[in-house]
């Protein structure tokens, strides 16, 4: 089993690494390994079936694409999980 980090899980499935944290806080999303506070990895195994899971997809269809420019605006992190209209 190789661990990745959530960048590279975003480079690879397309998404934010911003929302894999939303993902985190609001106790969905793929399972995730901390081994300290600022330490997370990812399952390459458990993200394949993950994302492959079409009972993820609505959860999948909510999910901005990825920027790529790194605004901050599209990276902050809400806790309420919920989007501002803007």
Do not use: H, K
């Amino acid at each position: 089993m190789a661990l990745i980090s959530p960048s590279t899980v975003a480079t690879q499935y397309g998404i934010s690494s911003a929302q894999l944290r939303q993902w985190r806080q609001r106790g969905v999303g793929p399972e995730y390994f901390q081994f300290t506070a600022r330490t997370i990895s990812y399952s390459d195994d458990y993200l394949r079936d993950w994302f492959n899971d079409p009972r993820n997809a609505e959860l999948l269809a909510e999910t901005p694409p990825a920027n790529v420019n790194g605004s901050c605006r599209d990276g902050r992190v809400r806790r309420s999980g919920r989007r501002d209209a803007r």
